[in-house]
């Protein structure tokens, strides 16, 4: 009897924390596509609609007219995309300078035409109404 209810517990052990890592996964999926679609409408010269998209955070930190004017000399300078990967991805509930909350922290490798060995850090946050929104971009 001891052994069915010690089998029984560990059973419902790996299940809740399989559970778990399967919800883990899917919200770094949604995160990746989140930023995956932001970086297209950067990618396309859509500066305006960009900022728009981003997270709270994003547009308390820069105006509308900075990111744009930023962006536009670091794409005119780089040239157009050629290609981009996730290099690495991790799972933030605090990061410096910004609220507690729920982010990840996306690496992109990325070539462009004029910068060949670029890498993109997007950090997507989960917003209150749950969407993954774009809270920061660094590109070096």
């Known amino acids: 009897m001891i ?5 029984l517990l560990f059973v419902g052990l790996i299940m809740s ?3 778990s890592m399967a919800s883990d996964s899917k919200k770094e999926a949604a995160a990746i596509f989140a930023c995956e679609k932001w970086l297209t409408t950067v990618d396309s010269g859509q500066y305006a609609l960009s900022w728009k998209e981003t997270a709270h955070l994003f547009k308390n930190a820069i105006s509308q007219e900075q990111w744009e004017h930023s962006l536009q000399m670091v794409r005119q300078l780089y040239g ?3 290609s981009r990967k996730v290099q690495t991805k991790s799972h933030k509930t605090s990061l410096p300078g910004a609220p507690d909350g729920e982010y990840f922290v996306i ?3 990325t070539s462009f035409e004029n910068k060949k060995n ?3 850090t997007v950090t997507p946050l989960l917003e209150k109404d749950g969407q993954w929104r774009v809270s920061g971009y660094y590109i070096k």
Request: glycine share 12%.
């Open 3 to 7: 052994r069915q209810i010690l089998y």
């Open 17 to 19: 924390g399989g559970s």
């Open 80 to 82: 157009k995309i050629i």
């Open 107 to 109: 690496v992109f490798k």
């Open 118 to 120: 670029a890498m993109e």
